[in-house]
């Protein structure tokens, strides 16, 4: 209850009620089931309400927590869903998924967890009942203990896990775009791109990564083209290091089109706002990717120095 416990001021998100204050209206009458680590556990809330225009949020709802500070929107415990919530002490388990780590595993993990602790309360319940049986008396009517709640299934905690996704979206894109470098290198594959599969299948042709001299990959962008297709994904890229006062970089190394007859070929041409870019091919890219055509240019042209784009 942020509002009774926090003291905290909240507004109403409507536009046409221009800030107006929330206040408190009792409290929600809907109660919460949250998938723990071991059971089950219900959450409540409080009721507000706009003056002006009537309408009523539950604490819990993202108009509510997105105007919290930091601090206190990392105390909020759980992921809601439509009728079920997840603790995020389960959520956090599938932020590290890999290949033995997946979400069937978590779901048979969890479900043994809260078989173990409902077979235990039961027992104690039961061994409790035991002691108000007396010798020759009429029987006991025991109310029998409360039946075990399963844990949902597989794909709705992959469910909760998008949502988790979806609310670090923001955090993610500032991570990715904080990094720079000096010496990039970019390179187009179709390899991933034939890979999709789906929905998505067919609508790429190429997949183009940007990295540094650290191995840290500055953006990735599917295109169906390699020429014109990566024209926004170069103003892009000059306008992150424009807004973040990073100096251009010095060096991009391409497979191709590094070099032009006459003027700056086609690469430069794309990062025209860094003057001082130096466009070379690359060579380590050429032996490990291309080893039969570079074999046969040896071959070739044993005695040339040039190589052509």
Not at 1 to 8: D, E, G, S
Not at 131 to 147: D, E, I, M, Q, S
Not at 244 to 271: I, Q, S, W
Request: hydrophobic share 40%; glycine share 6%.
């Amino acid at each position: 209850m942020p509002y009774r416990l926090w003291a905290f001021k909240f507004v109403c998100t409507q536009p046409r009620c221009k800030r107006q204050k929330l206040t408190g209206c009792g409290v929600y009458k809907t109660v919460r089931r949250v998938l723990d680590m071991d059971g089950w556990y219900y959450m409540g809330t409080e009721y507000l309400e706009c003056r002006l225009c009537k309408k009523k949020l539950a604490g819990w709802s993202l108009d509510i927590l997105d105007q919290l500070d930091a601090s206190h929107r990392s105390i909020f415990p759980a992921i809601l869903t439509y009728r079920l919530s997840c603790d995020l002490k389960v959520v956090r388990l599938m932020r590290e998924r890999t290949l033995g780590n997946s979400v069937t595993r978590l779901y048979n993990q969890l479900r043994e967890q809260h078989s173990l602790t409902w077979m235990s309360r039961t027992l104690y319940y039961l061994s409790v009942c035991d002691h108000f049986v007396v010798p020759g008396a009429a029987p006991l009517r025991v109310t029998p203990p409360p039946p075990f709640l399963d844990v949902p299934s597989a794909q709705w905690l992959l469910t909760v896990h998008g949502y988790d996704v979806l609310f670090q979206l923001e955090d993610f894109k500032a991570r990715v775009t904080s990094i720079f470098g000096s010496i990039l290198k970019m390179d187009s594959t179709k390899k991933v791109t034939k890979k999709l599969a789906g929905a998505a299948h067919g609508t790429a042709a190429w997949a183009t990564n940007v990295g540094n001299e650290y191995g840290q990959v500055l953006i990735t962008v599917l295109t169906d083209s390699e020429g014109e297709g990566l024209l926004d994904m170069a103003a892009g890229l000059q306008q992150r290091y424009s807004r973040a006062g990073v100096a251009p970089p010095k060096l991009l190394y391409v497979n191709r089109d590094c070099c032009a007859l006459m003027g700056k070929g086609k690469t430069a041409a794309m990062f025209s706002q860094w003057d001082e870019l130096i466009v070379r091919l690359d060579m380590m890219w050429s032996a490990c990717w291309r080893p039969s055509e570079v074999s046969s240019r040896r071959a070739t042209s044993r005695g040339s120095a040039t190589h052509r784009c």
